[in-house]
């Protein structure tokens, strides 16, 4: 295992909730937090701008109340994602903001730039990228980040196409640091599969779709509850960037799934509300979900992956 910096230390579970975009709110991320599993959400899920800072407020308040109350269980820290592509002309803004509370944890995506990075680390916060192959991890670490994500085939979302085996021992060859593993992970078992690979932490993003908390419709709830992977679909259409997507929300907007055109990558759009609508319309959703069978709160569904994962290590003999 990686010797691990700062607030990914000592984590009461090895799990990174991933930021969902729309998707992921203050609720969901003090749940996660307070269950043991680093919660986390994009800052431009907040919307106008002054409702990043009341929502930054709101966690760290909240969980320092928790952890202020519960001196022998304190939650897990929280994390932030940060959209670096051109396209977010609110990066540097939300980036004071982030500063002015110290968030413990950044997640940045889409463009790797020292600057931000070093912003980060001004109050002692540590950075993860996330990647889709062993060129872009390279890149990112070169530039200043202290740890990575690897999104492998079938991630929900904006996804990579490598298996994870591949992209996990590739990176491994040469990066010893923090390493969280995305794609398809959605039971206990896929926890501790991630870590014999050589992750030190589970990413998952899907499942939580599925938990009370999540800010998403009961219908959007509901399809991640009955589909499984042959309902996902990967297509670059509705952002520029290849991602994973929920068949009945495609044929819901008028669209064949299976005969999706290519968009034009450089049209790419991730901070307006050109790319707000077309997340809201069209679900996000990895290939893991065939595992998901009900909707629960948050907390129920960590207590459900903490005993999985310990179930799976008893098989193993470990």
Known sequence: MSKLPGALAHLPFPVIGSPMFILSTPKLVIAQC???????????????ISQLDEWLAEITETLANYNRDNPD??????AINQIVHKSNDRLEQDMVLCVKYKVPIYITSLGAREDIYQAAHSHGGVVLHDIINNAFAHKAIEKGADGLVAVAAGAGGHAGVKSPFA????????????LALSGAIASGGAVLAAQAMGADFAYIGSAFIATEEARASQSYKQAVVECDSDDIFYTNLFTGVHGNYLAPSIRAAGMDPANLPESDPSKMNFGGDTAAKAWKDIWGCGQGIGAIDKVQKAGDFIAQLRREYDEAKKRLCL
């Open 34 to 48: 307070i269950a043991g599993v680093v919660g986390s959400m994009p800052s431009l899920n907040a919307r106008p």
């Open 167 to 178: 992209l996990i021992q590739e990176i491994r060859q040469w990066f010893d640091g923090p």
């Open 73 to 78: 269980r304190p939650a897990a820290p929280f």
